[in-house]
């Protein structure tokens, strides 16, 4: 009877029917119901379960048949879709693994999951405060709370889509500081800007300039020690010969953990040589910032309240779920507005009816930005800063168990004492162990890692990164930062090395 009332009382227009809506909501949410159970059952459930695969190995053109990736005119059942769903958590990478140590994040935070559960319910995008109350409240709570681990007693900051991302903004913050005409009258003649980082820094920095414009040649190297941390002396000599050649330095950024050895800069000598030459100093601590969190080992940063903007990622050592990646500025004078603003008048409106200090989003380059602070509070609002503290020092201690077991093993050996939670070591197979070392050891040597991570990958044990570096050949990294880990897996990874390896 309502569909006939329907029909005759049907509004057409350009021979769309316009009654009621065209979704069924009730299907879709007895779909949401069904795909819910299977990502409780296939991924939560299972992410501590040790006997379960890290991943199902699968070869591209293999994986692309199973998936069945073809898009069609009409849409498939229900039933295949929840196939579907089930077949992409099957194949998939488990990062939550507890023998994920593939890369410089792992784990599941089950608080951090039900905040991304709720603010992908939600689609919220993080601009104004009439569109967004509460995660621009929340946003606003995080950051404040991270600028009193850094030091400063104020400043500002914006939530973006990674470290990367961050290293570009503090770059061009730092740039428009330098001369705050550039926004308007662009590149056209300013003198040749010049940047310096260390050798060890992320590639982003490199990105960032080219991308900025500032040029990739433009970006001086400064040397590192033994350990990987930028020499002082030699990031002063950068800048005096930059001044010699009639460039115009305007940057440093030093790094506290770097990628590959966990390496942290020193901060104060930095910060010494920038205030002395009129630099801005950026910290890139994506990787090491979390280390604040720790009273024991905050120590590693000392020195980052003299920074002038650090980059800092709790979805790394703190699990708050990729991606949350924070870019905090000491400057609180409006730097960051004044520099991105845009001043949408369609957004940012100046007369309405509450506060517009709460329509942040003028400070981002971004428009639709998603709320990335609101897990990392939810997780820290549940576990308290000492739980938080305790994750970091967890990991900071299954390394230096792995470090001393492998210590123990013959065939292991450590490229150097690690400071953070990146382990690096070679495993010398049976084989080459009593080969004098000279080229021919280390030209073998370079083709095991590969030969194992393959091995692992394809039996789907464990996930463990590996990369030559700095005429080094290919070693192993270990990243300890699931609170999931345990000793036994850190025992696991060397037992299973020695079991894949031992043919070689």
Known sequence: KQEMLQKKSAVLVDGVILNGPIMDSKAGE??????????????????????EKVCEWQAPEKLKQILDLEMRDTGECHQKILQLCRDVIKYSVKTNHPRFFNQ??????????????????????????????????????????????IGWEEGDG??????????????????????????????????????FTSEECHYSMKKAASFLGIGTENVYFVKTDERGKMIPEELEKQVQR????GSAPFLVCATAGTTVLGAFDPLDKIAD?????????????????????????????????????????PHKMLLAGIQCCA??????????????????????????FYDVSYDTGDKSIQCSRRPDAFKFWLMWKALGTTGLEERVNRALALARYLVEEIKKREGFQLLLEPEYANVCFWYIPPSLRKMEDGPEFWQKLHQVAPIIKERMMKKGSMMLGYQPHWGK????????????VSREDMDFLLDEIELLAKDL
């Open 158 to 195: 914006i939530f973006n889509p990674g470290g990367s991302v961050s290293n570009m903004y503090a770059m061009n913050l730092a740039r428009y500081k330098f001369c705050p005409e550039i926004k308007e009258k662009g590149l056209s003649g300013l003198p040749r800007l010049v940047l």
């Open 30 to 51: 007895k779909f949401v119901e069904e795909a819910c159970k299977i990502i409780m059952e296939e991924i939560v459930q299972k992410a501590d379960d040790v006997t």
């Open 473 to 484: 050949v290919n070693f192993f990294r270990q990243v300890v930062i699931s609170p999931q």
């Open 242 to 245: 930059a001044r010699k050649e």
């Open 327 to 352: 870019l905090l500025v000491k400057d609180n004078s409006g730097l960051l507005k004044k520099c991105y603003s845009a001043e949408a008048a369609y957004l940012f409106q100046q007369d309405k």
């Open 273 to 313: 040589i920038c205030e002395n030459h009129g630099l801005w100093l950026h910290v890139d601590a994506s990787w090491g910032g979390s280390a604040l969190i720790s009273r024991k080992h905050r120590r590693l940063l000392h020195g980052i309240h003299r920074a002038d903007s650090v980059a800092w990622n």
């Open 104 to 149: 410089l994040y792992a784990g599941i935070d089950y608080y951090s999951l039900v905040a991304r559960f709720i603010t992908e319910a939600l689609n919220p995008s993080v601009y104004t405060y009439e569109v967004s109350p509460v995660f621009l409240l929340v946003e606003e709570a995080v950051i404040k709370k991270m600028i009193e681990f």
